[in-house]
């Protein structure tokens, strides 16, 4: 039954009860969080370098119309990586291949902006570009790691052509020596040995091929890559070693990353900030460590309490109960209610808006805190 006032939740210090989950290594994960809050700092004395600006996606329109991605807007500074979670369907892909006009039949943008910074001149809104434009755009200045990525990689080719191929489509004028010479030195910076320059792809392993993807990705120093889940169907231990890799690069190059996952555990480990779908929806965005330590929305709480620790008192693991929303027929209020454990009067009916809150870098959807933040003044 809802209550007319809202639940209580976490102490006022902010700290998590005895079933807060910890992420694989306790030490390591506390590490990994000061890490990130030291890069999160950073990246706010930077300047933005892509902005999505109330993004709407829809497959198909009137009233078979399905309304993907609804009024999302997040920033992306220089040499930040941006966490993008939430459940399958939830648009997390769609809002990627949306703001680089990428997106598949019947799929189209409805409105919104994404602008990008260049580092001289006047921001561009990719929506807008022509395409001949748009073409030279992508990889020079925003390149993309799509999801199940490392079976992209056209079999009858070696990874040689393949990487010269990219460099070829945007600087023709470059002899084949000096492409071949630049993809030696991108498998070198991947991590693997120039002289895989000649193999096929079904000659490397998964590991392999997805760093070769990345490597794809980095071929004409981007500013901007997208990961769109790219560990998928690699094993833990992979996992790590190609993330962490990748953290090495972005400090070492300076590009900023889009990280889309369902894995939650994966983005507070690697990620700066962290913003969580719903929906199609943004339900809550913080810095990585502050949302680790007290997520507000309870969506984020349920994804944070759904995956295991190794170390700490064994618990039952707790999923979110019920189905994510159907986007054909969307609940009315927060999209959230049919399966929050804290709903209470308003959330049936009216829909909240994502709100700074008054602590740190953070907003969140959820009528719990705006009315907390109402009784406070």
Known sequence: MNESRPPSKTTASGERGASQPQVRDQAAHEQANATNRDRSGEAELREPVLEIKNLNVNYGLGDEGVHAVRDVSLTLHRGEVLGLAGESGS???TLAYGMLRLLPPPGVITGGSVLYHPRDGEPVDLLTLSTSR??????????????????????????????????????PRTSRAVQRSRAKDLLKLVGINADRLNSYPHQLSGGMRQRVMIAMALALEPRVVVMDEPTTALDVVMQRQILAQLVELRERIGFSVLFITHDLSLLVEFSDRIAIMYGGSI???????DLYRESLHPYSDGLLHSFPALRGPRRELTGIPGSPPDLRAMPSGCAFHPRCPKKFEPCADQTPMLTAQPTGDREVACWLHVAERSLSK
């Open 134 to 171: 748009l073409r030279r755009f992508r990889w020079a200045e925003v390149s993309i790691v799509f999801q199940g990525a490392m079976n992209s990689l056209n079999p009858v080719h070696t990874i040689a052509t393949q990487l010269c191929d990219v460099i070829a489509a945007h600087e």
């Open 283 to 289: 339900v809550e965005s913080a810095r990585a460590a």
């Open 91 to 93: 648009g997390k892909s």
